[in-house]
């Protein structure tokens, strides 16, 4: 006859069995969420730095098309390049605009005004102008490279075209 103490409970290996699936399923688990984790702060990592380009990009877009002239003061075709910009405000009184990078930060410099376009997220290591002259246009090609600075590491170049105004 059995004594009824001893037919309750798990036995030892039934122990190590339920431990070992526990701990097999908890570790899948785990690096599930790890990874979804890294997944998310990647993509988190690529939108903001493709909002915060975008956003410079259209300021130094509307910058070249407001501007009626390059100055030869500009610097193209080498990093960091340096570009110079004159015209006219909609009052009629002329101005020059400078668009440069100091330090990962792309400033324009507009009646000794100094303005950043980046943010603290991100870092420009290239910046590059090509001005480009045909008998119709004046044009500047704009070449720029952000890298972000927390982890994780990401660098992207953006190009744009934009024609002056006549």
């Known amino acids: 006859m059995k004594h009824p103490a001893l037919t309750k409970g798990y036995s030892v290996i039934e122990l190590v ?13 785990v690096q599930s969420l790890l990874y979804s984790m890294k997944t998310y702060s990647i993509a988190r990592a690529y939108r ?9 990009l259209n300021r130094i877009t509307s910058e070249i098309r407001q501007s009626s002239d390059v ?7 080498s990093t960091p390049g340096t570009l110079v910009l004159t015209g006219t405000d909609s009052g009629g009184a002329p101005y020059t605009s400078t668009i440069s990078v100091s330090n990962g ?16 997220e991100e870092s420009v290591s290239d910046l ?18 952000y890298t972000t ?11 744009t075209t934009v024609v002056l105004r006549e």
């Open 17 to 29: 069995v339920y431990i070992s699936l526990f701990v097999l399923i908890s570790l899948v688990v």
């Open 48 to 56: 903001t730095l493709q909002r915060n380009a975008e956003t410079s």
């Open 71 to 77: 100055s030869a003061g500009s610097v193209f075709g």
């Open 105 to 120: 930060v792309i400033q324009i410099v507009t009646g000794g005004v100094t303005t950043a376009l980046t943010s603290v």
């Open 128 to 145: 590059t102008f090509w001005h480009i002259v045909t008998s119709t246009t004046d044009a500047i090609k704009l070449e720029v490279t």
């Open 149 to 159: 600075v927390r982890e994780p590491v990401i660098t992207r170049t953006f190009y």
